[in-house]
């Protein structure tokens, strides 16, 4: 296993049972930073005191021209939050989140109080595919995902207070992808937004455990050597719109996350639902791609809203089924632990 990836490597059987609390917080933060983050940016920190870990907003790491908002930041804190909870759970750990413990304009998004009480478990058991998740970029398979297992994500997403649209139909699917491929020509077509983007995009032999390896689009040894200058320098926005457009056309189901407000609190909480929906798909074999590029623009936000009648649009989904693909690097929980 190449270094980059060896945190994709925790054993559960590894728990420091005899360990100092410290030690045992600090083993659960091993599943904490496997969560999702676009373009694998891991925009967090934590920090251990006594009890309680804080999840800190690492902003060196943000996308100031893709993510103006820091919306998708908090969305991935949100993920990194899930995680954390599902390996406390399965520890035997009980848990007292407060969610902006420092009000909106803080650094910590969220402070988690732990103790060996008894208490209902109040995730799915989604422990074990937390190693197992990975965004699939391939293009999936034509046979139609089963029913029950849409219903299983939509009843999910609706008992928490959010929803989730499920589309089907190719003219669902068509809308969607014709509101992705103006965002991909709108986005890349940006010098500024590229250079950004490039900046993340990684030689599949590269140490660095950040960032998207060129094996994430697709490319070959040779060919991720030019992934970043490819995207930084070269105008690929309707060749990428065209690759985009397609799968998400001959792809089973699209779907798309939906709030009822849009701000940080809301983008948290919409973070952790996301994975937990995520962790469920993944524990059905189904496979997501994720998308915020249309979300990023406001007119193309509107539309989608329109469209779906709802309010705020958070994450446009592509789903179906695929051979597992391999998973995007990590840094280890010594690079993000602050003293």
């Not at 060996?116 to 998740?133: G, N, V, W, Y």
């Not at 990975?134 to 999910?156: A, C, G, M, V, W």
């Not at 491929?181 to 993340?200: H, I, P, T, V, Y």
């Not at 701000?263 to 524990?283: I, N, P, R, S, Y």
Request: charged share 25%; proline share 6%; net charge negative.
């Amino acid at each position: 296993m190449n270094d980059k990836l060896a945190e994709w490597n925790v054993y559960e059987a590894d728990f420091p049972t005899s360990g100092t609390l410290y030690d045992q917080l600090k083993f659960l933060l091993n599943y904490a930073v496997l969560a999702p983050s676009g373009p694998n940016t891991q925009p967090w920190k934590f920090a251990i005191k006594s009890d309680e870990i804080s999840l800190v907003a690492d902003l060196h790491r943000s996308l100031p021209s893709l993510d103006p908002s820091h919306r998708t930041l908090y969305l991935s804190h949100g993920c990194v939050l899930t995680n954390l909870l599902l390996a406390a759970e399965h520890f035997g750990f009980d848990h007292d989140v407060k969610c902006l413990p420092d009000g909106v304009s803080g650094e910590r998004t969220a402070s988690v109080r732990f103790s060996r009480k008894e208490a209902p478990q109040r995730f799915p058991d989604l422990f074990s595919e937390i190693t197992r998740r990975h965004t699939n970029r391939k293009s999936f398979e034509q046979r139609p995902i089963e029913t029950e297992k849409l219903q299983k994500l939509e009843d999910y997403a609706k008992g928490r207070g959010f929803r989730l649209d499920i589309l089907t139909s190719d003219e669902g699917k068509a809308e969607m992808a014709d509101i992705l491929a103006r965002a991909q020509k709108m986005q890349l077509g940006n010098k500024d937004l590229r250079k950004e983007l490039a900046a993340w995009i990684r030689p599949n032999n590269s140490e660095q455990k950040d960032g998207l390896p060129g094996y994430s689009f697709g490319y070959s040894d040779f060919e991720s050597y030019l992934g970043s200058f490819i995207f930084g320098t070269l105008d690929m926005s309707s060749s990428r719109a065209r690759v985009e457009t397609a799968n998400m056309l001959a792809s089973p189901v699209v779907a798309v996350l939906s709030t009822e407000t849009d701000d940080k609190m809301t983008w948290l909480k919409a973070g952790v639902a996301f994975e937990t929906l995520f962790l469920m798909a993944t524990q059905m074999d189904v496979r997501f791609d994720l998308f915020s590029q249309p979300i990023a623009l406001p007119e193309l936000r509107e539309e989608m809203a329109k469209i779906l009648n709802v309010k705020y649009p958070q994450l446009l989904i592509r789903m179906g089924y695929a051979e597992p693909a391999r998973h995007t690097p990590r840094r280890p929980v010594e690079e993000v632990l602050m003293d």
